[in-house]
């Protein structure tokens, strides 16, 4: 007899993000959550997010919202840096976080959904296909590396998922429209402009 799939979702936030405002229009992510899980029994969803220090009443209520639905939320701070030209920036990664989940938790799921294009997770990809996990690759083409599709079981092009996924109402400037940002946006980081406004879901 045929066994229900066990899933597990892992979001990297920063790269979704960018993918809404390439693709000109944004996602719901509980729609996300019951899409996924509609296809096995889920086992947890993880959203892995940077968050400034102190952090703010909206990325507060953006994570207390995401764990309300359902999601294990993994955070790490901004971290202010300067280059050799003296630009400074502010960025956390959290591949370390995405990672370590990924292979401590192997043995309460046979499906990973990844929600990512990023090349550096090819490898750890690789591993869970040696350890007999399927791994379901989820972004948009322009975004994704070759190696990483070519590592995974499935693609998924967030594209064909808009009639599922797509947050009603709430739209993005597009990139590829050519579209810019308000100029109080354009500098905003991807935690700002994803906030949730108050007694709003995303």
Not at 26 to 40: S, V
Not at 45 to 65: C, E, M, S
Not at 124 to 153: C, F, H, Q, W
């Amino acid at each position: 007899m045929e066994t229900t799939p066990r899933i597990a979702l892992f979001i990297d936030g920063a790269n979704v993000y960018a993918a809404a405002k390439r693709l000109g229009w944004n996602f719901d992510h509980r729609k996300i959550l019951e899409h996924f899980a509609a296809h096995g029994t889920l086992y947890n969803a993880f959203y892995y997010t940077a968050v400034p220090l102190p952090i703010d009443d909206k990325q507060r209520r953006f994570t207390d919202a995401l764990t309300y639905m359902g999601y294990t939320v993994r955070t790490r701070p901004l971290r202010e840096s300067t280059d050799e030209h003296g630009d400074s920036s502010r960025r956390a990664s959290l591949d370390i976080e995405i990672v370590t989940d990924l292979l401590t938790t192997t043995d309460l799921y046979d499906t990973a959904v990844l929600l990512t294009g990023d090349g550096d997770f090819e490898r750890p990809v690789e591993v869970l296909r040696a350890r007999g996990k399927r791994v379901v690759v989820v972004s948009i083409p322009e975004m994704t590396s070759y190696e990483l599709r070519n590592a995974a079981d499935q693609y998924v092009d967030l594209g064909d998922l808009r009639g599922q996924i797509e947050r009603p109402g709430y739209r993005l400037p597009s990139e590829q429209r050519g579209t810019e940002a308000r100029p109080q946006e354009a500098t905003r980081p991807f935690y700002m402009t994803a906030a949730l406004a108050e007694n709003d879901e995303r």
